[in-house]
């Protein structure tokens, strides 16, 4: 991928915090049934320990583009890895459930921080053709934490006791933050963001109140106060984005989602993450309570899959970089759609391996969609908006694992309502239903949307192009130059269907050396120049030598016959069929290292194939002229 040793020593080192975090968020979920025993909690407070953790990282990960461009990344890094061992040891020596809380709320705003760096430092660092494979392997190295997280987290919780999980994890913390003061460099490149408290007062009531009413909707004995804490979250989401759009340097840069590859992406990853964290609490419950497993058992159901999943995350990312993202998004929408549909099946007497393959079938389809989908979208930004598009992704990541997680585990509280005689774990199955009914018609809405927008185009992988809608949102002096920026509007052309004469006439008449040839569509089809006409005119030469003499034979044809013969032609005899194209929304500096690279003095522009303007140095030179005499 064409980077240094250090980078690779930062990349590692930077993989190694996403690994520690990734890990600590799913070593816990096969022990939250044993935490509920424990410490005498029911499913609706003990899903906290997941939702309350995506939602403090919700309401970090905005912060992260400010921190980027105020804080060193060395200081970032080491900061977050250090608190993430403090929120460690605070929940492993908690004495109640709302110590232990505090200390998962602790370790999720330094997992707010550390992961959002780490994505936006990779992501600059590996060129956009690269991403896709780049991807892969980063999903490859953190989907081994979700793949040993679980099983380990049921062997310490059955053996030692939960609050090993967090020994482990500050121990690793500890570890990590050593290390970096001896390894960790700086990564420039982040643009300076401002703080605007009132965004994070807006966005802190909007989303607390929001998760709060979802989460006790199944719980309270007066829906009117959850319907008003609901509203209330709505209301200030609202206020924070339109506050988003009025600031000059907002704190979230929500205008990332004007790219419609990007908003499409981020949507449904959106949707998948509510599925994936509410799944996997669902999941331990189910194993557990239902089917009678231990907690060891539970969390060794998920290591197939994972496996498998971590596998197919390198996979999908190289096939997106040579197919696209179409085929491999509806397939894994599929896959998982399916397996949606297998967990509504499950009952108090599925066999274990029947969970294990549709454990796998989640895990593999969502790879199949995560990896290309996200690496699609953010190829569609420009690198100045990666840092704030990172900061939006991760907070709608974090919301949809909060909200999905309070959604999907306070439905299985109604499960009285459709088994009113049920009892025991009849009752618990019958609640889980209902969970699995509303995961299934998430994984519909994922389908839909992908089956609806997610489009090939061959300049979706192209890194010289630049979404004009994304660019014009930039800051006037941040914006790219782009070909339509400084090309020829009105491009000389002629059709293919015209004869040589009529090409000399318009060379002529114009002043021009070259025309683009095009069919009835306006597309290109071949270019012809004046050295072309000079070629069709020159005589056609014999020459041989008799070993001594080097001889020359002219052809004796009139020169007036052969004139009119030679412009009475068709244009595409003599016009050249290969051309040389850009897109006009290619970055001048492409187009620019074209003309001199293939040493050609204009280029044809299209734009979605169609001829739209010309490209010459005489352009780019009166541009630059133009620049000079503003400054």
């Not at 080192?13 to 424990?38: C, E, K, R």
């Not at 602790?106 to 053709?129: D, H, R, T």
């Not at 392997?137 to 793949?147: D, K």
């Not at 299985?412 to 309502?417: D, H, K, R, T």
Request: aromatic share 8%; glycine share 8%.
């Amino acid at each position: 991928m064409n980077l240094t040793r250090q980078q690779y020593v930062m990349i590692a080192l930077l993989l190694f915090g996403a690994f520690m975090v990734v890990l600590n968020a799913t070593l816990l979920t096969p022990t939250l049934p044993v935490i509920m025993s424990d410490l005498g909690v029911e499913a609706t407070t003990v899903q906290w320990l997941t939702s309350g953790y995506s939602l403090v990282e919700a309401i970090i990960v905005p912060l992260t583009a400010f921190f980027l461009g105020r804080f060193t990344t060395r200081k970032l890094y080491i900061g977050g890895i250090g608190l993430f061992a403090i929120g460690s040891l605070v929940a492993a020596l908690s004495p109640s459930f709302a110590f232990l809380l505090l200390g998962r709320m602790i370790q999720a705003s330094a997992a707010g921080l550390i992961m959002s760096m780490v994505f936006s430092v990779i992501v600059l660092m590996i060129p956009k053709e690269k991403r896709g494979m780049a991807m892969g392997l980063v999903g490859l190295v953190i989907s081994f934490a979700p793949a040993i997280g679980p099983s380990l987290g049921g062997v310490l919780a059955d053996s030692i006791g939960w609050r090993a999980l967090f020994v482990v994890v500050a121990s690793i913390a500890m570890i990590l933050v050593i290390l970096s003061i001896f390894v960790m460099k700086n990564f420039e490149g982040f643009a300076r963001g401002a703080f605007d408290l009132l965004s994070v007062i807006m966005s802190t009531i909007g989303l607390a109140t929001l998760l709060y009413g979802l989460s006790t909707f199944s719980s309270t004995e007066n829906h009117l106060i959850t319907l008003a804490f609901v509203a209330c979250g709505l209301l200030f989401v609202v206020l924070f984005v339109r506050r988003q759009n009025q600031l000059e340097e907002p704190l979230l840069r929500i205008e990332v989602l004007k790219s419609r590859r990007y908003r499409t992406a981020a949507c449904t990853v959106f949707i998948l993450q509510a599925v994936l964290v509410g799944t996997g609490v669902l999941f331990p419950m189910y194993l557990q309570n239902v089917l009678g497993t231990t907690a060891t058992v539970s969390g060794l159901v998920t290591l197939p899959g994972a496996i498998i999943g971590a596998i197919c995350g390198v996979i999908s990312g190289r096939l997106f970089d040579k197919f696209g993202i179409r085929g491999l998004a509806l397939f894994g929408s599929l896959v998982m759609l399916a397996a949606g549909v297998g967990m509504f099946f499950f009952s108090e007497s599925t066999p274990l391996i029947v969970v294990i393959v549709i454990n796998a079938f989640v895990v593999t389809g969502l790879q199949f969609i995560t990896t290309p989908l996200n690496t699609w979208g953010v190829n569609s930004l420009d690198n100045k908006l990666v840092q704030h598009a990172t900061a939006v992704t991760n907070t709608l990541n974090q919301v949809g694992a909060s909200m999905g997680t309070a959604l999907i585990i306070s439905v299985s509280a109604y499960g009285n309502m459709i088994a009113p005689d049920a009892v025991g774990t009849s009752l618990i199955m019958a609640g889980q239903h209902l969970s699995f009914l509303v995961i299934v018609v998430l994984l519909i809405a994922v389908f839909l949307i992908i089956l609806l927008n997610a489009r090939d185009k061959a300049s979706d992988a192209d890194p010289r192009m630049v979404s004009t809608e994304v660019n014009d949102a930039l800051p006037k002096d941040q914006r790219n130059w782009l070909v339509r920026d400084v090309m020829n509007p009105e491009p000389l052309s002629i059709g293919d269907g015209a004869t040589v004469a009529e090409v000399v006439a318009k060379l002529s008449a114009h002043q021009t050396s070259g025309l683009v040839v095009v069919n009835n569509d306006g597309e290109p089809v071949g270019f012809v120049t004046d050295g072309d006409i000079m070629n069709g005119i020159a005589r056609e030469e014999k020459a041989f030598s008799d070993g001594i003499n080097f001889i020359v034979l002219l052809d004796d044809e009139n020169m007036q016959e052969h004139v009119t013969e030679f412009l009475a032609k068709n244009v595409m005899n003599v016009a050249t069929k290969k051309i040389i194209t850009v897109d006009a929304n290619y970055r001048l500096e492409s187009a620019c290292k074209v003309l001199a690279e293939r040493r050609i003095k204009k280029l044809p522009v299209l734009s979605d194939g169609k001829l739209v303007g010309m490209l010459s140095r005489r352009n780019i030179v009166n541009a630059m002229a133009k620049v000079n005499r503003l400054v």
